[in-house]
């Protein structure tokens, strides 16, 4: 199954989505689990190298091509970490996704790259929305629970802010975050073909 995580705008949390779902995979007992950074930047990659996670795989695929092969040669689970704004990459990665993870903040400008993201994606294949660094209980993230519910589109979960704050390469896995991450993951999960 490859679940992929994107979204056209950058800093929005898809590093720290891709690992925390690779790991919270690994968790459930997934085997094998393949992260592939797709993107030229490598923060998953170099997330991983800093701070490997046991039974989670790395592959650097920072191409359209590279991307396709990695994806077609993986049996068990993938998740991709695919670049911000390099739409060929992403649409390679989209075309062959099973699942879409969507993250995104609270926020204005957020809804319309969520929605350039959306325009990217065939109808019938399965997403949704992860709000990440959201600060609970304010208004701008109630507001973006109204706005996804509004315009159909699934919310598959609400991150916390302290869970984005403490994500990095140097930084460990919190049970928080895996937790977090877990719930999204089921749902993923849920939209398994076959």
Request: glycine share 10%.
């Amino acid at each position: 199954m490859n679940i992929v995580v994107s979204n056209v705008k950058g800093g929005v949390g898809k590093t720290t989505t891709t690992v925390y779902l690779a790991a919270a995979a690994v968790a459930r007992g997934w085997e094998p689990v393949t992260l592939i950074d797709a993107d030229r930047q490598a923060s998953s990659a170099e997330w991983l190298e800093e701070s490997p996670v046991e039974g989670v795989d790395l592959v650097e695929a920072p191409s359209e091509r590279t991307v396709a092969r990695a994806m077609a040669n993986h049996d068990g689970l993938v998740v991709v970490d695919t670049p911000p704004g390099d739409e060929r990459i992403v649409r390679a990665t989209l075309d062959r996704a099973d699942a879409i993870v969507i993250p995104t903040r609270a926020g204005g400008v957020e809804y319309s790259r969520v929605v350039a993201t959306l325009d990217l994606i065939d109808k019938g294949t399965p997403l949704g929305v992860v709000i990440c660094a959201a600060r609970l209980g304010t208004n701008d993230l109630e507001e973006a629970i109204q706005w996804w519910t509004d315009s159909k589109v699934p919310i598959w979960g609400i991150i916390p802010e302290r869970v984005g704050i403490a994500a990095g390469p140097e930084a460990r896995l919190y049970r928080e975050g895996l937790d977090a991450y877990d719930g999204v993951l089921r749902k993923a999960l849920r939209k398994r073909p076959g």
